[in-house]
């Protein structure tokens, strides 16, 4: 059985037994930014499992996408020395949603395994927590496992939990022995020893019980069912592999690794490691690109980089340093056809991400290699083990090294990483760069304020007008005592409803005004301390610091950002809805007149599906539900820790935005409370703004009513011009336009009849001198090409001669004179048409058979050509 057909049979065993089969969500989970990547098939149930959504179905059966990097439980630097971890991996799993329990999923798990997986019974074991009772006696009843084969084990190895708190329960694995051979040998090898021996294939969760914050446990009211087994495991144990590399969802990459370094793989453990890296490496990048991620210095972003990065180093060991890494995931793509299609839609954006990563890296790599080689050798000399935070930041600083790939470099030296020292480091770079913002955008004096610990306290989110006081006026860059009427100024208040542009959203615009005192705010921005500046002019009267201060958002345009912010919201979410998961934004514009909004996708949307995508949105507005804002702390809102690791951009407290059911999103813009204020919502463009960027501009509300007006008012203009109805219109004009045609090709051949006629008229005009044919005459053209037409159509017809012709308009003459091939020994048309040009006070000259010229003066023109057969015959 390949890998495609375990998961086929895994979907439709659960599918013949009453289960919804679910898509594998995306690898960057849709509604929760807390969390890093998607790192179970529960993950999109998570909402389902805690009561909060509700489902048409009670049991499902899944094949998910998991990618377990960068988190808290971070087994990059083992992937590579094992035949079992890997960064992206698949997980089968069947769900309950209060339907069946511990019953129905022993019964379920067991039928599958011994019976189409077809797995030994004699060889499978099976672990209990050791208080569940009610499983072990479920097994030994239901099945025909006996009673020693079934192991109690520990909270460590047998209980689950989602977190802290929350929904938790035993679990029960099935686990196979695969023989003593594999084991560590010890006399007390058992199941859950850390040895390759008895190895775990499936993981029965049994949700049974709510966890509170004191730690309590009470039975839930609907127990629920979660399971997880690894594809990659199950394929080596039924292919009968000691390795998942063997099987057949790793090999066809492993082969065309090996055809690209020369290496075999099983040749020697010094090859292996490197290729099994990069083969793990090429799917997580290859399904991580896919997914819309792109390497970056933070975030999500930042673990595709350290997995490229890893995979370019290791692939450097085996010789290879041009980039390769592009074409073993272009393959990835291939092996995964069948399952995930669109991977392979997105596969020449996938390779272009991917290559780009690898030259932008080995440009730094064998400097780097070299530095970091001399310094452990110096260390070495010296005797030191622990390596200087210093240079571990300086490799990453200089080099872009991430931690994990020192790691690996030093993998066999016994040596270690001095942590707390980068820490330090980064700390220390961050703390200067910060220093070295404060001076934008107009000198120091707001660093002078954050430095006394003060800061602007923004209460925009519910009012839009309030009383403050003025901590400061600036003019010109520097801080002022007092600014007066007409003077351009910032001023900084203790508390503002202004919001300041950030995340998108521009600043707000409004009123400042005192007792004696009125400014108008043209502009509100953000320093990088978060003070809020607004910019204006005084109107009137005089300000100084200290005074007290009415501000007044002007609450119309206010509204019409928050109508473009919230539908911005929604058409992320129904972009990745429609478009698929590789959808991510990558930049947005949001402004009172309009929207603009850039994802990453590989090609142009077509109109029927820019349509489908403006009818969801309108869809969503219309149902007018709720906006939740959700205020928490950045440590609880990312429980991975992982996130927010390098972004500051978040501070000590985030927002959670919530379009009730629909998206999520950490953001601190300013919203509309119902989706229903919005109105109406209509696309205006799609374009291109870098390879593999989109970007949609839409209208909201009132402009986009208008813009719907101004359309339908222009439609009807050109339907009463063109004497039809707008629904007719389309019928009209291509009527129109091919009457128009027909008329044009009409045109075309009266006019080359005309001129054919015209020129043989003119062949009467021929005169002979010195028994030379010779044609003379003005003619109405207007270009120089129809001017050549006509005099190579003349000579054609006198077949011997010599013709000159002449065009003129208000401004300048045109000449031409031709001379047949018989006569060119005696005449030249270059010396004949310059003679002719000087008369019209013109130049020129050229080949003896053609040349042409012209000239400023058109008025002598008949004169000039009235002189041809006096130049001809002096010449002859
Ligand atoms: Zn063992
Ligand atoms: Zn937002």
Redesign the pocket.
Known sequence: MTGDDLREKFLSYFEGRDHKVVKSSSLVPDDDPTLLFTNAGMVQFKRTFLGEEKRSYRRAASSQKCVRAGGKHNDLENVGHTGRHHTFFEMLGNFSFGDYFKKGAIELAWELMTGDYGLPEEKLWVSVYEKDDEAHRLWADLTSMPEERIVRLGEKDNFWAMGDTGPCGPCSEILIDQGEGVGCGRPSCKVGCDCDRYLELWNLVFMEFNRDQSGRMTPLPKPSIDTGMGLERIAAVVQGCTSNYETDLFMPIIKEIESLCGHNFGASSATDIPIKVIADHSRAAAFLVGGGVLPSNEGRGYVLRRILRRAIRYGRTLGLTRPFLYLTAGKVSRVMQKPYPELLEADAYIKNIIKGEEERFLGTLDTGLRVLEEELSGLRDKGITDIPGALIFKMYDTYGFPVDLIQDIVREQKMSLDMTGFDEAMREQREKSRTQTVAYPTGSPYGGLSAQGVGTEFVGYHRTSMVSEVLMVVADGEAVDRAGEGDTIEVVTAKTPFYGEA???VGDRGRISGQNFEMEVLNTIKDPNAIIIHRGKVIRGSISPGESVTLTVDAGRRRAIESN?TA??ILHAVLRGVLGDHVKQSG?L?APDRLRFDFTHFAAVDDETLQEIENLVNDRIQENVSVQVAEMDADEAFKTGAVALFEEKYGDRVRL?EVEGFSR?L???T?TDRTGEIGLFKIVSEGAVAAGVRRIEALTGKAALAYVQQASRTLDTLAQMLKTKPEELPERLQKVLSQLKSADKELAAFKAKAAAKASDQLLAEVKHVDGVSVLAQEVSVDTPAALRDMADHLRDKLKSGIVVLGSRTPEKALLIAVVTRDHQKKYHAGQIVKQVAAMVGGGGGGRPDMAQAGGTKPEKLPEALASVFDIIAKAG
């Open positions: 995340g998108g959203q912010h911005t919201h947005s949001v935005v999103e953001c601190g813009g919203h």
